[in-house]
């Protein structure tokens, strides 16, 4: 099953080297103006062939819409939406399994039977419909308060330890062409190039925040905004782990050094620190959520590796050419950005949470309506 969500309804299709790839999404409300302008900035962030750091392999990323918008506003009807692959380049491509990829489990699976060209329905390229339906969940969730930004954190051995202290500051940062702090990012492009140089790939950490989200969102255990969000975060190609708040540094950490104490402020509670990542029990607790995706190397590598032809079936080495991006981080933070913003409105209209905009959405981003808390909160 390709099928992700409740309340929202997500499927996706298509392969990397066949005609196109796609989303349907059902589960929209009728009646939101979607400014499609935005979404193709979303588009153009997670687009190939812009940077020396990323693969070369050009494509537009330009959504056709086939079905759920009339005069650019939702019916109620599914959304239906292609993206077409102009720019594969089959060729590079034969039966020699690809170590790392997707290549030996599909072929356990699908008996040899899957278009795995460019990694086929495995690919980094489906990720483009996920953008897509990030940026439409993005502009719903603006409306009513709810801004969902992303950046990177680390690349390899380089990490950007000057967190925003506000919201204001992590928009600055993730609106960038390579969404990090000035100075890191200078040494993350120079870490990716180097392996670009050697033929070989390197790893990153995404992070994603939602600012402005209410609490009492999530239901506990399966249903925990937690286990909706890190599904949808697991089936982006490349990710292999992922946390939110501290997540995994909580293993060294002392009971007094983990929780969030808290004071009171005019009748409300708030927490002096944001450790668990705005999420206690699978529900959010009012501070900004925090969730951090680590993202493999890319296994498409020139390096010399030893491998199965599942052709002739006898062991063989593959060098693999063609154009791979020696690193998936820095296109792979508006997918991210994307999962959480879906798995947010997902929880939103499975609570009825989702109140209707009068007069059909005109304000088409929100901007911060009733929204950004402090980063610092």
């Known amino acids: 099953m390709n099928t992700w969500g409740n309340a929202l309804r997500l499927s996706i299709f298509g392969e990397s080297h066949g005609p196109a790839v796609g ?3 059902d589960g929209l409300p009728p009646g939101e103006r979607i400014d499609l302008a935005l979404v193709g900035r979303e588009m153009a962030r997670r687009a190939p062939g812009q940077e020396t750091y990323a693969t070369a392999r050009r494509e537009a990323d330009a959504p056709e819409i086939l079905s759920g918008l009339w005069a650019g506003k939702t019916t109620g009807a599914p959304l239906g939406a292609i993206i077409r692959n102009q720019d594969s380049q089959s060729g590079d491509y ?14 356990l699976k699908y008996g040899g039977h899957a278009d795995m060209r460019g990694g086929g329905h495995f690919s980094g390229r489906l990720t483009a419909p996920l953008v897509f ?3 439409v969940a993005k502009q719903l969730l603006a409306r009513r308060g709810t801004t969902v930004l992303a950046r990177i954190v680390r690349i390899g051995e380089v990490e950007d330890t000057e967190a925003p202290i506000d919201s204001e500051a992590y928009r600055q940062v993730a609106d960038r062409d390579f969404p990090a702090g ?12 180097a392996a670009k140089a050697a033929g070989d790939s390197v790893g990153g950490i995404v992070e994603a925040t939602a600012l402005g989200l209410p609490g009492g969102l999530g239901e506990p255990f399966f249903g925990s905004l937690e286990s909706g969000a890190a599904a949808l975060l697991f089936s982006i190609p490349a990710v292999k782990g992922v946390e939110f708040g501290e997540g995994f540094r909580f293993a060294g950490l002392l009971g007094s050094q983990a929780n969030d ?6 009748g409300a509670i708030r927490a002096y620190t944001n450790h668990n990542g705005g999420i206690l029990g699978g529900i959010t607790n009012g501070l900004p959520v925090v969730v951090r995706a680590a993202l493999k190397p890319t296994p498409s590598i020139a390096k010399p590796q030893r491998t199965v032809d599942s052709a002739e079936w ?3 080495e593959l060098r693999i050419s063609g154009r791979h991006d020696p690193c998936v981080a820095p296109r792979a933070a508006p997918a991210v950005a994307a999962a959480l913003a879906l798995s947010l409105l997902d929880c939103l209209l499975a609570a009825a949470r989702l109140a209707p905009i009068q007069g059909g959405g005109d304000s088409a981003d929100g901007g911060d309506q009733g929204g950004g808390k402090d980063w610092a909160e």
Do not use: C, F, N, S
Request: charged share 25%; glycine share 8%; no cysteine.
């Open 23 to 25: 989303i349907i999404i």
């Open 94 to 107: 034969d039966t020699k399994l690809r170590p790392g990829h997707a290549d030996w489990t599909a072929l």
């Open 133 to 135: 339906a990030g940026a």
């Open 182 to 193: 000035a100075a890191a990012g200078e040494r993350m492009k120079a870490v990716i190039l």
């Open 261 to 266: 104490e808290l004071y009171l402020d005019q």
């Open 314 to 316: 006898r062991e063989t």
